[in-house]
């Protein structure tokens, strides 16, 4: 064994023995699965109704595996637009249990045409326009991270 192997090896036994390692959820983190695979999402969370607002507006760029997930106290229909939003988004509505309702795929910027959920909505991941396709997210796939309800969730939080 190789003296480079040997110390990967080692530093990796050294993050998982002091607690370094990954959780399997984070709450900066959406984890999606499905028929495609899965797929990981660094995330920030909309949750006042301030930032639910704000969202995404005036950005113009967005790192490509990153995103906003809009949370709920309760399961609503809900409606989104893209009022001050410059990059198109794919928007996936995300039901109670955790699945995912609908894909809005590639919303046009600045358009203000409502975009509705389609059915009770516990959150919304928007995402870059294009990426659910690109990766083979739809309807169905199931979504975890602890900001959830993990009650009945299809993939709960470990």
């Not at 983190?29 to 990981?40: E, K, L, Y």
């Not at 930032?51 to 309760?74: C, H, I, N, T, V």
């Not at 919303?107 to 326009?129: C, F, K, Q, R, S």
């Amino acid at each position: 064994m190789g003296r480079l192997q040997s110390l990967a090896i080692a530093l990796a036994g050294l993050v998982v023995s002091t607690g370094l390692a990954y959780p399997a959820c984070a709450p900066d983190r959406v984890d999606i699965r499905g028929d495609f695979g899965s797929a990981r999402f660094s995330v920030e969370l909309a949750v006042t109704p301030q930032e639910q607002a704000r969202g995404l507006m005036f950005r113009d760029s967005m790192p490509k595996m990153d995103g906003m997930l809009f949370l709920y106290a309760q399961a609503r229909d809900v409606s989104f637009w893209m009022r001050n939003t410059l990059i198109p988004l794919d928007m996936l509505f995300i039901d109670a249990e955790g699945r995912v309702l609908r894909v809005h795929a590639n919303a046009v910027p600045l358009d203000e045409t409502p975009i509705n959920a389609g059915g009770p909505t516990i959150a919304v991941l928007e995402i870059n326009g294009g990426l659910a396709e690109t990766l083979g997210i739809e309807a169905g796939a199931e979504v975890r991270s602890p900001a959830l309800p993990q009650e009945n969730a299809a993939w709960p939080c470990d």
